[in-house]
């Protein structure tokens, strides 16, 4: 039972049951009741007096709302405190829920080698433009996609409520265009074809499925027996060949028993789809089903060398690829890159230059971006140097034929 409560001209304090003393006075604003209870009276007096001078002064704030206020700003100064590096774990957690596996490894990839070493200890809501310029300056890799993602990094700290970040500094003109149309090799027809003739039989199918299909390596690596559909007329001769895309090759989670590639979904959903192969593929995909594919319609078309059951891993498909390339002599240009990508980059060139519409490349490669497929409606810069290539060389030999055809006439005279 509270003891008898002792009056004051402003507020009153009394002493509870359990040893602690309340404070009580009416709140000037609202004419409610306000209590708040100390351990000593001393703290209550203390309390009591500094309430009376604020009400006076016109400074005084509803406890609840003062606590409400003490709250928000130690939020506030949480969300100010979080650096570059502290955002970056936060960031990697989210995507990690809506990536695949081998992306968020590739995300990560770029925070962790190129974004936190260089910006990790700053304050998110210090960077300037000028560190992102210094940082991007700094890069000693291809630039486009460490700056695509912590340009997405930081826009995703703008729409957090985490973060006191307002806008975004990651603001570099034309930084985020890409850079890989420079760096990829077109390879001209004599080169795919010595490309395939120091390819081992084993590996043809898998060439084929660059330079003519289109594949992307994993999509390739990923087929079954089952994904290439044969057409025979009456007597047996082939007709057709079609390549079904479903699935992709991904690499087994960080911690995962599975150390190799497991089936993962496309990159979009365009990239599910039906893939026509020209008549000169034919041979070579059924001389591969043939000879070395269990005649199984779940059989790996290009399995581990190891075991015929696991998917071959594309790191290892890529050090044999650049072998082929390198005893094949095809030289690659300084500045350039000639991977299987290149291959899908010599089909959809040569596709496009077929004459393909818009909608055709899109389908055919499993584009969802129209940017992707655009570049393939006008020629490479690498073929338009052949074409000239060759046309300078007809000019010549028109010229060499002019000459000798004036000098006949001359004897002749």
């Known amino acids: 039972m509270a003891t008898r409560r002792r009056d004051r001209s402003f507020g009153s304090i009394n002493k509870l049951d359990s040893g602690r003393w309340r404070l009580r006075y009416v709140a000037p604003d609202s004419g409610r009741r306000v209590s708040q209870t100390f351990r000593t009276k001393s703290d209550a007096n203390v309390a009591l007096a500094r309430i009376e001078s604020d009400i006076a002064r016109g400074v005084w704030v509803d406890p609840s709302k003062a606590a409400l ?209 020209m008549p000169s593929s034919w041979p070579v995909m059924t001389d591969h089903l043939d000879n070395f594919v269990a005649n199984d319609p779940e059989a790996i078309l290009f399995p581990s060398k190891s075991d015929p059951n696991r998917y071959w891993r594309d790191d290892r498909a890529s050090i044999e690829f650049k072998a082929i390339a390198a005893s094949a002599g095809i030289q690659v240009p300084k500045g350039k890159e000639f991977t299987y990508h290149a291959l899908r980059h010599y089909s959809a060139t040569k596709y496009g230059l077929a004459g393909a519409p818009l909608a055709a490349l899109m389908a055919r490669y499993g584009w969802s971006d129209v940017k992707s497929a655009m570049r393939y409606q006008h020629a490479d810069m690498d073929m338009q140097e052949l074409f000239v290539s060759r046309m300078q060389t007809q000019r010549n030999d028109t010229e060499l034929a002019n000459v000798v055809s004036i000098d006949s006439k001359r004897k002749v005279n």
């Not at 991007?136 to 973060?163: C, H, I, N, W």
């Not at 890989?180 to 120091?198: K, N, P, T, V």
């Not at 060439?207 to 057409?231: F, M, P, Q, S």
Request: hydrophobic share 35%.
């Open 69 to 277: 206020q003490t709250e928000q700003r130690r939020e506030q100064d949480a969300k100010e405190a979080i650096t570059v590096a502290q955002w970056a774990e936060i960031y990697l957690r989210m995507k990690e829920r809506e990536s695949k596996t081998s992306t968020h490894r590739t995300i990560s990839a770029r925070v962790h080698n190129h974004i936190v070493p260089v910006l990790g200890n700053k304050r998110l809501i210090d960077v300037t433009r000028a560190d992102i310029e210094q940082w991007y300056d700094g890069l000693t890799v291809k630039r486009e996609a460490p700056y695509q993602t912590v340009r997405a990094m930081f826009l995703a700290a703008v729409e957090s409520d985490r973060t006191a970040l307002v806008t975004s500094p990651v603001k570099i003109k034309g930084a985020g265009k890409s850079e890989q149309r420079e760096c990829r090799y077109l390879a001209s027809d004599d080169e795919i074809q010595r490309l395939m003739e120091f390819t081992p039989e084993s590996m043809q199918a898998f060439i084929c499925l660059g330079y003519d299909g289109g594949l992307r390596v994993n999509e390739a690596l990923a087929l079954r027996r089952k994904d290439v559909a044969i057409t025979r007329d009456n007597h047996g001769k082939v007709t057709d060949v079609r390549i079904r895309v479903e699935r992709t090759l991904t690499r087994a989670a960080t911690g995962s028993e599975n150390t190799g590639s497991i089936e993962g979904t496309t990159k979009s959903e365009a990239g599910k789809r039906t893939v026509i192969l």
